[in-house]
């Protein structure tokens, strides 16, 4: 089973300093061939990236399968966010996108955003964190 990696423990993985539990769980799905990404986050990384850092970027990601996105994703993200939102809670459409993609993929996502804690319990509750 693929694991979906999201913006935020990309980000841990490729930082020095980076939070060692987030590190090792991404270097362990990579080994395993089980590590995942999908357009929004690849969007997020490379839209944040310094110039330096787009080789290694783009090397990290070629060992990870992409889970590509379809036209139905953004409806139901915007469902969703709308469903959030009427409870008073708004989140950044790609947290929604993300989350959305990793149900439909049947993926568990591993992330360090709590965003997503709060997205399963409003409203996605099939959405598996790692």
């Known amino acids: 089973m693929m694991v979906l990696i999201d913006t935020s423990a990309w980000i841990e993985f490729f930082r ?51 889970i590509r996105m379809n036209p139905g994703h953004w409806d139901v993200a915007a469902i969703q966010g709308s469903k959030l939102r009427s409870r008073g809670l708004t989140f950044p459409a790609t947290d929604l996108l993300i989350a959305t993609i990793a149900v439909e993929s049947q993926s568990p996502l591993l992330t360090s955003d709590q965003h997503f804690e709060q997205i399963r319990d409003g409203v996605l509750d099939s959405l598996k964190l790692v």
């Open 16 to 66: 020095a300093e980076g939070d060692w539990y987030i590190k090792s769980r991404v270097a362990e799905y990579l080994s395993l061939g089980r590590a995942a990404y999908t357009c929004p986050v690849s969007f997020e990384l490379f839209l944040g990236a310094r110039p330096s850092e787009l080789a290694d970027l783009r090397e990290g990601l070629g060992f990870a399968q992409r």
